[in-house]
């Protein structure tokens, strides 16, 4: 990266970044991602189109790939150095290329303010005429078509001398899937395109552009994170919030896949990178868009609720990798680094998304108390994924509950018994259901597909969760990972060089079996997402234990490792892994970027800056905070939306104020007392909080 300061981040391309910088410009309304298009570069990837949750023909489906119209060419007479900035405050990808010698503008945004409608502008000097003109593709209207979906473009482009040459497009899209959308045919599809684009076409590109920068201000005006001492960090935060917001609609139901629509990665797959790292995240910043990803799991209840019974088994089984339908998606075999094929066991073991998506579902709720939510999808969520556990524990003799042939998010140790996360996630489930349908606006007998939920069933899930085992050893004040992780050849991560690293490449399929490295937090993921129901003083030990022998070889974990090192107040080394995550796409540290972002560590970011510097984060009914600011961090502030609240946060090493535009309940550190209903929280030291 060139150029950086607190809204602006500027990227030099050039022929062998090409690829990365596509992704990191890539454009979204939460429906229609674009990648950002380098000009001159017309191949396959550049200016990408992508709809959320529609995909190919293939088995194991993949995102299609949109009607290319919207790309701009250059004629091939465009310099491929070129510098391109994101402008995050306004949502512009502007790019400055040297073409016939002069230089040209392209500017570029997916309307924030319009469904569907993106725009390119070139402008340059009047004697590069023709060049600036060539640099934006010719109107046109086309349609990409598979047997689960389709996405229709129609474009307009125009050129103007008016004391510059200018070009511009606009390019209106739509597109429908075969599962969720109106049996449109794919007429049908153009002709709304084309009424898309003369809707847009009332206004002039000046008057589109400036609808779509107001938009974004007045999203930077709820969600913002500012960090004035370290413009750097501050725009790197801010980068990820910019990326989480484009990746989701707030339209009906927001299919988003590990990567959003910024690339193929992951064939646009939904994961638990969603629930569990993207929505709490959306939740707190803009509350209708986590709402959308949860309505998509809950649109495909009836499928994982097919799939338990297919299983034997009751509830609602969702799967590790989600498309449209719902059905398990996730590839069964792949190549290893020599070629051979292996076995993918995640469909059939990682069935701790099914606990995940329930607490991403109840995460929404705590943050913004939606009750027609709570008492619609998210009590359906709750509950038959708490029957899928019901079914799916297995009771020894001795009365202990078992849950065997898993794999829990270090997925380099497969076909594992009782993964400590999986299991405590599962109890987790089986309490939440047991007491929310125990509260007074439940007192009457509920009902689901599945028949009543009387007591009886109640005490059921209470009792199955209270046999579960979960590896803690009291005296070791520990979690054991999975049964036998003790006994694996104590090889620590830093062994094998400096994290983060791919340590199964490094050691190979057989031998990653055989080692205590870890891929990812595991035990350590339970402390962040439920920091109240772990062993008290577990937390440390957990820590100091599986932190050297997690590799990180997952972008999942840099950003919820700092988040869990600020909790502990272990600051230097928080500030340090959260630097990798802020960099993990601007610098490729994965080498993946190319093939799209990583949404789940945008969401880790803004979860290790909420809840581990801020410590802030629902709990009990309340919103909790309790700040760990790195002292030559200055100020931290974040806004954010609690219970339909907009709230504002600000932090340093020794002050606090929470401003809340209306009374809220609030809590600070682990003083029961400094629970108060109050609109301002101020005080002068950590240790001496005051509210008023
Ligand atoms: O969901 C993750 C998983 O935890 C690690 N492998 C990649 C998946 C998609 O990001």
């Not at 891929?519 to 003083?537: F, I």
């Not at 932190?547 to 090192?565: E, F, N, Q």
């Amino acid at each position: 990266m060139d150029h950086i300061d607190g809204w602006t981040l500027t990227f030099d391309l050039d022929a062998s970044n090409r690829r990365i910088i596509e992704a990191l410009t890539s454009m979204g309304d939460g429906v229609f991602g674009r990648r950002g298009l380098p000009l001159g570069h017309d191949d396959v990837e550049s200016g990408m189109v992508l709809a959320s949750g529609v995909f190919d023909g293939s088995a194991v489906p993949e995102l299609l790939d949109g009607p290319v119209a919207a790309r701009a060419i250059g004629d091939g007479r465009v310099d491929p150095d070129q510098t391109v900035t994101l402008d995050l405050r306004n949502g512009l990808v502007t790019s400055r290329v040297r073409i016939d010698g002069g230089t040209a503008t392209v500017e570029q945004f997916a309307s924030a303010a319009l469904d569907g409608v993106h725009v390119t502008e070139a402008t340059g000097p009047v004697d590069l005429g023709e060049a600036v003109f060539s640099l934006v593709a010719p109107a046109g209207t086309g349609t990409a078509t598979s047997a689960r979906g389709a996405i229709a473009a129609a474009s307009h482009t125009a050129h103007r001398i008016d004391g510059r040459a200018v070009a511009a497009r606009v390019t209106a899209l739509t597109a429908l899937t075969s599962l969720t959308g109106p049996p449109l045919e794919q007429q049908d599809l153009e002709r709304a395109a084309v009424h898309r684009l003369n809707a847009a076409m009332q206004s002039t590109t000046v008057e589109l552009r400036s609808e779509h920068a107001a938009v974004w201000n007045r999203r930077w005006d709820s969600m913002a994170i500012d960090v004035p001492d370290r413009p750097d960090v501050e725009a790197r935060i801010r980068f990820a919030q910019y990326h989480l917001l484009t990746s989701a609609g707030i339209e009906s139901e927001a299919a988003i896949g590990a990567r959003g629509a910024t690339g193929h990665a992951y064939r646009g797959h939904v994961f638990w990178d969603t629930d569990v790292f993207v929505v709490p995240a959306l939740a707190a910043m803009d509350a209708p868009r986590a709402r959308s990803a949860l309505i998509y799991r809950f649109r495909r209840l009836a499928a994982a609720k097919q799939r338990a019974r297919t299983e034997g088994r009751h509830g609602a089984r969702f799967p590790w990798e989600s498309a449209d339908s719902g059905e398990e998606v996730a590839p069964t075999q792949g190549t290893d680094l020599h070629g051979r094929v292996v076995p993918i066991k995640t469909g059939p073991q990682e069935i701790h998304i099914v606990a995940d998506v329930a607490w991403s579902a109840m995460q929404y709720v705590a943050w913004t108390g939606d009750i027609a939510f709570a008492r619609g999808p998210a009590t359906d969520l709750l509950v038959e994924t708490a029957r899928y556990w019901q079914s799916r524990v297995e009771r020894d003799a001795d009365g202990t509950g078992h849950l065997r042939r898993v794999i829990g998010p270090d997925e380099y140790h497969e076909s594992v018994a009782d993964n400590a996360f999986t299991n405590a996630m599962a109890a987790w489930n089986l309490r939440a259901a047991a007491q929310w349908c125990s509260a007074p606006w439940c007192s009457a007998p509920m009902h689901s597909d599945d028949g009543v939920i009387d007591d009886s069933e109640r005490d059921r899930w209470q009792a199955t969760a209270d046999a579960l085992v979960d590896g803690y050893d009291p005296t070791l004040m520990r979690h054991e990972q999975f049964e036998g992780y003790y006994d694996l050849d104590a090889v620590l991560a830093g062994g094998l060089g400096t994290p983060p690293l791919p340590a199964d490449a490094l050691l190979g399929r057989e031998r990653i079996a055989q080692v205590q490295v870890i891929k990812q937090p595991d035990v350590l993921m339970l402390h962040h997402l439920l920091p109240d129901e772990m062993p008290k003083r577990s937390f440390e030990p957990d820590l100091d234990f599986y932190l050297p022998r997690t590799a990180h070889g997952s972008s999942l974990s840099p950003a919820i490792t700092a988040s869990l090192l600020a909790r502990t107040g272990r600051l230097d080394e928080a500030v340090h892994w959260l630097d990798i995550a802020l960099r993990l796409d601007l610098d490729d540290i994965s080498h993946t970027t190319a093939g799209g972002l990583h949404l789940a560590t945008m969401g880790g970011v803004w979860q290790a800056i909420a809840n581990g510097f801020l410590g802030l984060r629902p709990r009990n009914g309340s919103l909790h905070v309790d700040p760990r600011v790195p002292a030559d961090w200055g100020t931290i502030t974040l806004r954010c939306t609690y219970h339909g609240v907009p709230v504002v946060v600000s932090a340093s090493a020794e002050k606090l104020r929470l401003i809340a535009s209306k009374p809220i309940d609030v809590t600070i550190g682990n003083d029961p007392l400094m629970h108060r209903r109050t609109q301002l929280v101020a005080e002068r030291t950590a240790q001496d909080w005051s509210l008023r």
